[in-house]
Structure formats: C-alpha cells, structure tokens
C-alpha cells in the first residue's frame, strides 16, 4: 500500500462515477411524446393509468395508485387505511422524516421503535413492546433496499388487526420470500423522487391489493372524486396529489430497465460484501439472504467499527475514503426523534394532533431512547446506489480505496 491521497498520495480511482439520474435518450423521448401530445394530466392522457397497471403488476399487487410524492403515498395510504385522529403509528427510529410526519399529516400519533443494528430495520421485538390498545398501524421501512422482517412483523400485527404499511420508498425490486416487497401487507408506498432507483424527479404510488384501501386512496389523491359519479362530486376530505402525464411517461421509459438495473445492484452488491467482510473495522449492514430474498441497494451501508481502526473518527475514514475516489456520505446523522419537530412537537396548530382530546395519552419524544438506532447514526457510512451500477473493475476500486484506507489508517491518527 501507498501513502493515502488524503495525504498526498495517489488516489485508488480518478476517474469520475457515473451521475444519477442518468437522462436516455428514450427517456427525453418519452417524455416528448407526452408534451407533444398536449395531454399534460392523467384524466386526458395515457401513460398515468397504463403506468400503474405496469408498476403494480411488476410489484405483484392488483392496485396501483399514483401520486405527486413517496411522502403523499405514506399519507394517502395511511388515510386510506381508516387511521387517524386517536391512533398510534409504530414507525423505526432509523428513517426518514416522511415515515413518521405521514402519520402526524393523517391527524395520528407516530411512535417509534428502535432498529437490528444488522440490518438496520425495525426490530419486531421493540414494534411489540411498543404495542397498546391505541395502536393502529406498524410502517416498517425496507431501509437502503433491504426488506423487513414481515413475517414477525406480520404475526404481531394480524392477530391485533393492526395494519401493516410498509414504506418501500428505497426498494424498487426488492424481493422477500420469493415476494415483491409493497405488495405484502394491507399497502405499500413508493417514492419516485430523482435520487431513488426508479426516478422521475419527485412522484409516488400507493400499492395494495385491498379493494376498498385502493378505492379510497384513489379519492383522497383526487380531490375526494369516486369512480363512476359526476366529477364535481366529492365524498371524501382529498387533495389535489395527482402526478403529471410526463412523469408517468418517464417511468413507464424507465421501468423498462428497473429488473436488469436491480439484478446488476443486487449481483454487485453481493460481490462487495464478500469483499469487504474481511477488512478490520468494517462491517457491512448486509446480512446473507434467505431463500427468495433480493435486496434492491438503494444504498450501500457500512458500520465502521473505530476501535478496530485506533478510534479514527467517522468523519476522517469518510475524507480519506472520499480522497481516494469513493463519494460517501453519513446519512442520517441522529435518529428522527431527535429532529426538532418532534422535540419542540412543531405540530399543527395548538399542538394538535399530540394535544387532540380524542387521543388519551400524553407524548413526549424528548425521553425517547433508541440505543441501537443511535449507534447506526454515529457509525455508518452510506454509498450510494450508482456505484453498484458499474463494472467488475468499479467494485474493485471500492474494494481497493476501503482496504488502502483500513491498512494505512495508522496515517490519519493525530
């Protein structure tokens, strides 16, 4: 090994990754097609309704429901699911802010669970002792593309008759079982903003195979309209959260890679963990996959264990690993009852729904403690999904820049 590039030696790669999102030809294609056409929303248009007829079916379930954003289709599911005022949402520690404020935007009390440090995933154990006569719902997130635990999740849940949304913002093409994930409990939601595996700038959908659940996710996306009565008649309390024919003409262009482009992370990702699992002080959040299961790598975790490394910091591993040509990234950088939001309970108006007289309990995320999600936010390094989309020599450079940097981390300690 050389002197690390952080140090002034020369970087493991040099070469630029490739961007995300990738605009194609046949995408900007598509997308003309539909400006042209003139028919710029769904109720004229073609590509709305054929899209999610396509991304259902490839998701195994028999309704899909655009809307305009992956935090919508967390809303609109959980409002379609008959949650609210009065109900606890059990959601993980570890997420994004959008798991946990849907519930708060459906007039409900987010709840929040700690996580497997091994796969970073809602731990069941802690969704159950979390459990009361209030719960309604449990939103487990197939965090980074990896799926939950449903069937511990599933065997809490159904005998309660709670529901089970499950948040797939990150795991387009993620498999359990044998399954696609969106499609095994009562819903699942999506998100199609640009970062994520199937993109289209922001966009999402709502999948479920509950007739009634689609039929009210339907009305609430659209301004409280049933199918089959007179369009200015409204029935529900909905919004205005369609998407624009453009976006679902973009997806339906990229859908048509989604399976090969998962197949290639999901090869790759495999790949690297076999690599990495044998560096000192790192450790892959990626456990072996059961029979049936296909992670989808939305993003790449690794734990960084700094008392193998002579206690270097998170941030001075991710600078010398940067320098040698790996772009990484600490994530989520405290649990999401820590952010502000919840502190402060920056709610609706007059601290409603925390204060609303038809929920009988008092909540206050300032004494929330979730040990193991909080070790993740201080150890974890992110990689992002693009890098597993590349070539053999690609995962070599990965592996190369993370074994340069562990062998020589002598050089960083001041």
Not at 61 to 79: D, F, K, M, P
Not at 147 to 159: F, K, W
């Amino acid at each position: 090994m050389s002197d690390l590039a952080i140090l002034g030696g020369d970087p493991v790669r040099a070469q630029p990754w490739p961007a995300w999102p990738d605009p194609r030809e046949e995408d900007i294609a598509a997308v003309c097609e539909a400006l042209r056409s003139g028919q710029w929303w769904s109720y004229s248009g073609r590509h709305t309704e054929a899209f999610e007829r396509e991304y259902a079916h490839y998701h195994d379930a028999r309704y899909g429901i655009t809307v305009n954003s992956g935090t919508t289709a967390l809303q609109v599911a959980l409002e379609a699911l008959e949650i609210g005022p009065g109900d606890e949402v059990i959601v993980p520690a570890y997420t994004f802010q959008a798991t946990a404020t849907s519930a708060l935007l459906a007039n409900a009390i987010p709840i929040f669970a700690d996580v497997q440090p091994e796969t970073m995933n809602i731990d069941p154990d802690s969704v159950a002792a979390l459990i009361t006569s209030r719960t309604r719902a449990i939103v487990p997130v197939h965090i980074a593309g990896l799926p939950a635990d449903m069937a511990r999740l599933a065997g809490i849940a159904e005998p309660r008759g709670i529901a089970l949304l499950e948040d797939a913002a990150q795991a387009h093409g993620a498999v359990w079982r044998g399954r696609k994930v969106g499609s095994i409990g009562h819903a699942g939601a999506f998100s199609f903003q640009a970062s994520k595996n199937l993109p289209a700038g922001e966009g999402g959908i709502v999948l479920t195979d509950d007739d009634r659940v689609a039929a009210r996710a339907a009305g609430l996306r659209d301004c409280g309209r049933v199918e089959g009565r007179p369009f200015y008649e409204h029935h529900l309390l909905g919004g205005n959260y369609r998407i624009t024919e453009m976006q679902t003409a973009l997806l339906r262009s990229r859908l048509k890679r989604l399976e090969s482009e998962t197949d290639l992370r999901w090869r790759n990702g495999q790949r690297l963990t076999s690599l990495l699992r044998s560096l000192p002080g790192i450790e892959p959040v990626d456990p072996e996959p059961a029979p049936g299961d296909r992670r989808a790598y939305h993003l790449y975790p690794v734990r960084l264990r700094s008392d193998e490394l002579s206690g270097i910091s998170r941030d001075r591993f991710m600078q010398a690993l940067s320098a040698e040509g790996i772009p990484c990234s600490v994530g989520y950088g405290q649990p999401l009852y820590r952010n502000p939001v919840f502190q402060e309970r920056s709610f609706r108006g007059r601290g409603c729904p925390a204060t609303c007289r038809h929920y009988s309990c008092a909540v206050d995320y300032r004494g929330v403690r979730c040990p193991a999600a909080e070790a993740l936010c201080d150890e974890v390094v992110w990689l992002f999904h693009s890098l597993l989309l590349g070539s053999d020599r690609d995962i070599h450079d990965i592996h190369t820049a993370f074994e340069k940097v562990t062998v020589e981390h002598g050089q960083l300690v001041q």
